[in-house]
């Protein structure tokens, strides 16, 4: 399938009058129409709600989007629980799904009324301390081995190091259910980036088993499956995407198979998605300034590593389009490398592309997820400004580029850099 930019080369000239290269761009349009999509699949459930995971595209300008259609948050960290909080999220808006949680993180989400979702049976004594206990408490779980959806995609819970045994997690609620918790949710992130309909449909049918057994070993109420994220996106372009359709109506047949004779058609059905969310609605927008000829072909962008770390740290691949040269044939072979002193700061290996003559606009892919939010200062480079292309096609500022200010501003406390 052929992956098209949202953007065309004539928008990218006007957009770079106010905004040099490089830059994050977020099509509304789409990861507006995509959440409204998820929310309609899972119409079913009556509790149905998506916490965005923050981790993924922690902009407070496109969180707040998501809010609008009726999106909350999944937060992991103190900063994170912040952009919560200055949004006006409340309550039951707020999933907390930390581990080894710095101190004081449970007290923040429980004064936000949000969910704690505890990683370990061992961190029951902290959240005690902290903040009491809540009336609804989630736990985390983790069956170990090797987990393996139909198409062969795979990961390994064995080897992960979050969640709680299938032991841990009955003594977990036991003790729970001792202290007063009234509530109860199970969470499970079991494989990342699964291009398949299979995947959330196995783990719930995995989780609503878990459901029933708790309910009836500890006698106590599970107020929602919280199936968190792990929904992939097609990074490349023979892959097929996703259909949540598909994947909503499949967790629909296994919770009427499994929960509802139980007499358990009370249980709220969440999601953590984060890549699903933005993944496909970000592009990095760079360009090429450099060409090398040695033993390879090299184009040197004004982007690197430090903009989208995925391809360096993951060997990821991201799909590139030189811009307004969409139906040009492919007969050059390059890597498109940036300027880190890091010999894997390469957005592509041996890739096919048109001619690329300096100044053209490579679009990169699928970077609206983990892509801004992963970067670094190595080398002293800087990261980029993020833009929100509107539903208008107007182009908003949402964040701005770092600034050396930036970069030593954690010298403020002397002189040494003034
Ligand atoms: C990273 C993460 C997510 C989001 O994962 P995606 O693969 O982006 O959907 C959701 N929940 C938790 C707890 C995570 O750590």
């Known amino acids: 399938m052929e992956k098209k930019p949202f953007v065309t080369r004539e928008q990218l000239e006007e957009i770079t009058k106010t905004y040099p290269t490089p830059f994050h761009i977020y099509d509304e349009k789409g990861f507006i129409q995509n959440a409204k999509n998820v929310n309609e699949a899972f119409s079913w459930n009556k509790g149905f709600k998506e916490y965005f995971a923050v981790k993924a595209t922690p902009n407070p300008f496109i969180i707040k989007k998501l809010k609008e259609v009726g999106c909350g948050v999944d937060c992991s960290s ?8 200055k949004l006006g ?27 704690i979702n505890l990683d370990d049976i061992t961190l029951i004594e902290q959240m005690e301390e902290e903040c009491g206990i809540p009336e609804t408490v989630c736990c985390r779980y983790n069956p170990g081995g090797v987990y393996e959806v139909c198409n062969g995609i795979m990961d390994n819970p064995g080897d992960a190091k979050y969640g709680m045994t299938p032991n841990q997690i009955v003594d977990a609620f036991n003790i729970l259910k001792e202290k007063g918790v009234k509530h109860f949710g199970i969470h499970a992130f079991l494989a990342s980036n699964t291009v398949t309909n299979e995947y959330y449909p196995m783990l719930a049918r995995d989780i609503f088993k878990l459901a029933v057994d708790l309910k009836n070993e500890c006698g106590v109420h599970i107020a929602f499956v919280n199936l968190s994220g792990g929904v992939g996106i097609p990074y490349r372009p023979d892959q097929e995407p996703n259909d949540i359709f598909a994947i909503g109506e499949g967790v629909r047949k296994v919770y009427e198979e499994i929960l509802t004779p139980e007499g358990m058609d009370d249980v709220a059905i969440f999601t953590e998605m984060g890549r699903f969310m933005m993944g496909p609605y970000g592009a990095l927008v760079t360009k090429a300034v450099h060409e090398k000829h040695i033993y390879k072909e090299y184009i040197g962008v ?20 030189v811009m307004g040269k969409e139906d040009a044939p492919c007969n050059h072979m390059y890597d498109i490398v940036g300027s880190l002193c890091e010999n894997n700061d390469k957005f592509a290996v041996d890739r096919r592309l048109p001619k690329i003559e300096m100044g053209d606009y490579i679009y990169i892919h699928d970077t609206g997820a983990h892509g801004f939010a992963m970067g670094y200062n190595y080398n002293g480079r800087l990261k980029s400004a993020e833009l929100l292309l509107k539903e208008d ?26």
Not at 78 to 85: N, P, R
Not at 305 to 321: C, D, F, G, S
Not at 393 to 418: H, N, Q, W
């Open 78 to 85: 103190y900063t994170e629980l912040m952009i919560a909080d």
């Open 89 to 115: 999220f409340k309550g039951n808006e707020i999933m907390y799904s930390s581990n080894e949680t710095p101190a004081g993180e449970f007290k923040y989400c429980a004064d936000l009324g949000g969910y």
């Open 393 to 418: 096609g107007s182009v908003e500022l949402i964040r701005r580029a770092e600034t050396p200010e930036d970069y030593f501003a954690t010298f403020d406390f002397c002189d040494i850099m003034k």
């Open 302 to 321: 004004d982007a690197c590593a430090v903009n989208l770390m995925r391809p360096a740290m993951y060997e990821a691949y991201h799909h590139v389009t």
